[in-house]
Nanobody
Framework: VQLQASGGGLVQAGGSLRLSCAASGFIFRNNRMHWYRQRPGNQRELVASISVGYIPRYQDSVTGRFTISRDNAKNTLYLQMNSLEPDDTAVYYC?????????WGQGTQVTVSS
């Protein structure tokens, strides 16, 4: 199982970024997928999830600003992040769980300047 996240960077408050996560080594379309983040000094937290039926769920703090999506033909997970705030600064990770085992991408840094 491999998860390769990309798309992070430095952006001003109010700006946008789109994260991507390329998946391989498992049947992507059969798995619920997640985006987590770890802010400086904090534990890793769940940001958004998307089911195999394309139903999204979000952490309250990102609802209305972030959109999770998936392209099963490309085995790719996305996170569109709009109206970014300095508090969104974190390393973002894609994740899936297979037979009880968590698999993580390497993380991509998002830095939002005020």
């Amino acid at each position: 199982v491999q998860l390769q996240a990309s798309g992070g960077g430095l952006v001003q408050a109010g700006g946008s970024l789109r994260l991507s996560c390329a998946a391989s080594g498992f049947i992507f379309r059969n798995n619920r997928m997640h985006w987590y983040r770890q802010r400086p000094g904090n534990q890793r937290e769940l940001v958004a999830s998307i089911s195999v039926g394309y139903i999204p769920r979000y952490q309250d703090s990102v609802t209305g600003r972030f959109t999770i999506s998936r392209d099963n033909a490309k085995n790719t997970l996305y996170l569109q992040m709009n109206s970014l705030e300095p508090d969104d600064t974190a390393v973002y990770y894609c994740n899936t769980k297979i037979w009880g085992t968590d698999y993580w991408g390497q993380g991509t840094q998002v830095t939002v300047s005020s």
